[in-house]
Each structure stands twice: as C-alpha cells, then as structure tokens.
C-alpha cells in the first residue's frame, strides 16, 4: 500500500521531470497548480485506496444554464462519452464543472513521463469540454458537435 511518504516521492519525480517548481504537496498530499493561466491542476493522494485523484475546474455555470450543458454532463458521467474514464461533478454553490481523474499511485510512480504525458492529454479533453460548454451556453446549436475524443487510455490508470 503506499503511503504518504511515497507520495510525497512521486511528486518530486513529477517536478523534476516538468521542471515546474510548484509541484509541492501540502501536509495533507494536496498539489494545486496553475497550467497556462487557464487551469487548477489538483492532485490529492488518498491514502486509504492507494489512488490519486486528480479534479480540474473546467468553467463556471450561469444559474440559469440550460439543460442541456447538464445532459451533456450526465451522459459523459454514465456512459464514459468523450471523458477518457473521468468523470464529471457539478459544485452545487459555485456552479463549478469539475474533471475527475483517478490514477493508481505505484502505477503512475512507475512511469512518471506517462503520467505527466497522460496529464497533458486531460487538459486537451478539458478544452474540448470547455469550449462544448462554451457554445451550448451561447445557444450554439448550429455548429457542428465537438469531435469524439479519442484518447487512449494508458496502462496506469485506473478509473
């Protein structure tokens, strides 16, 4: 099972690989940091199941936002459309969407280049996501629907 410690490891490996020096988790094995002034990074270990989940803020909802951005949600959550084995959370006060991710933490240790390779292709699908939600709160329907997304699913992840 790993520990805390070995989290703590992981990550040094992830900051010396990525050269990003805010690569540091807190006393609680939190890492937050900002990617091309667009996206929260979060990483938090979970001790108990030996995974790291990873949640990214993707955008803010209008209290008004129309079904359909929700529906797009729901069916991406239950089905696994176009979320590469993440799934979706809604924060109820602050209407935030949220990606979640989990990876195995030895896994990912493992392979520390897969791992930040495999980060980078989670923020492509948040774009893609992001700009879905984009035109659907534009009231875009005219547009062609986002291309499905084809990420392969790396051998340290697991959902």
């Known amino acids: 099972m790993s520990t805390l410690a070995d989290f703590?490891?992981?990550i040094a490996a992830v900051r010396k690989d990525t050269g990003i020096a805010s690569f540091v988790?807190?006393?609680?094995?939190?890492?937050?940091?900002?990617?091309?002034?667009?996206?929260n990074v979060n990483?938090?270990?979970v001790e108990a199941t030996g995974k790291v989940l990873c949640f990214i803020e993707i955008t803010t909802l209008q209290k008004d936002a129309p079904?359909?951005?929700?529906?797009?949600?729901l069916v991406?959550?239950?089905?696994?459309?176009?979320?590469?084995?993440?799934?979706?959370a809604v924060e109820p006060e602050s209407e935030t969407v949220v990606y979640n991710y989990f990876f195995d933490l030895e896994k990912a240790a493992a392979d520390t280049e897969d791992f930040?390779?495999?980060?980078?292709?989670i923020l492509q699908l948040c774009d893609i996501w992001s700009e879905r939600i984009r035109r659907v709160l534009a009231?875009?329907?005219?547009?062609?629907?986002?291309?499905?997304v084809e990420m392969p699913l790396h051998h340290m992840i697991r959902a």
């Open 116 to 121: 930040i390779a495999t980060l980078e292709k």
């Open 67 to 73: 079904a359909a951005v929700f529906r797009d949600l």
């Open 25 to 39: 988790p807190d006393e609680s094995g939190l890492v937050s940091v900002r990617v091309d002034d667009t996206y």
């Open 76 to 88: 991406g959550g239950l089905f696994g459309k176009d979320t590469a084995g993440g799934y979706f």
């Open 8 to 10: 703590n490891d992981f």
């Open 43 to 45: 990483l938090q270990f």
């Open 139 to 148: 009231g875009d329907t005219e547009s062609a629907p986002a291309a499905p």
